[in-house]
């Protein structure tokens, strides 16, 4: 049995390029309507005029990648009529293709919006965390791919004790939900979980 793994996050380092997200629909021979990881764009912010007859702004954005998180409370598998989703014994989040009916509970109950339901084989599919590829000692598409070095995978416990246990900043939902296996390093205008003063600026990308 391998060490539970999960995913780092650094959005200090994110530029919000996609390479990562394009990466994995290259490898995963995705579609258009299905993305296993997605980038967030939050922002948010105003002008305010000054007495002095200035403007001052506190106007802010940051990008956030986020796929399955393969948590360790997956709110996915509770919900599957047909075990289909699971949790490997890897520490994995995966769905058994072969027996998904794709009702899409699993996407409705995911606050990642991991699962995602592939018209064409008419069932649920989602990220495996390159699965295969951990196997034999590689990196996930996604991380390999990332030109600024802001993703990476590996024992969660290495990545909290390497980064700290932060997993969720504004638009992700509160961690305490999921227990995802996520560690994010938050950047100067970083927004907690439930925060109201921003906006998702990409929605029909996401």
Request: glycine residues 8%.
């Amino acid at each position: 049995m391998m060490e539970q793994y999960g995913f780092y996050f650094d959005s200090d380092r994110c530029t919000g390029c996609k390479t990562c997200e394009l990466a994995c629909k290259d490898y995963k021979d995705l579609g258009t309507e299905i993305n296993f990881r997605r980038i967030y764009e939050y922002t948010g912010g105003n002008w305010s005029p000054q007495p002095n007859g200035c403007w001052s702004q506190n106007v802010f954005a940051y990008y956030m990648s986020i796929s399955c998180n393969h948590c360790a409370d997956p709110a996915c598998t509770k919900v599957c009529p047909t075990e289909a989703m699971h949790k490997n014994a890897d520490g994995f989040v995966m769905v058994n293709e072969e027996i998904c009916i794709g009702c899409r509970y699993c996407h409705m109950a995911c606050p990642y919006d991991a699962p995602q339901y592939d018209a064409q084989k008419g069932h649920m599919t989602k990220c495996d965390g390159c699965y295969s590829r951990v196997k034999t000692g590689q990196k996930p598409i996604c991380v390999e791919a990332c030109p600024l070095r802001a993703l990476d995978f590996a024992p969660i416990e290495q990545l909290r004790k390497q980064y700290g246990e932060q997993a969720s900043i504004a638009p992700l939902p509160p961690a305490e939900i999921t227990q995802p296996n996520l560690v994010v390093k938050p950047n100067k205008n970083s927004r907690p979980s439930g925060d109201t003063n921003g906006f998702l600026g990409n929605p029909r990308e996401v």
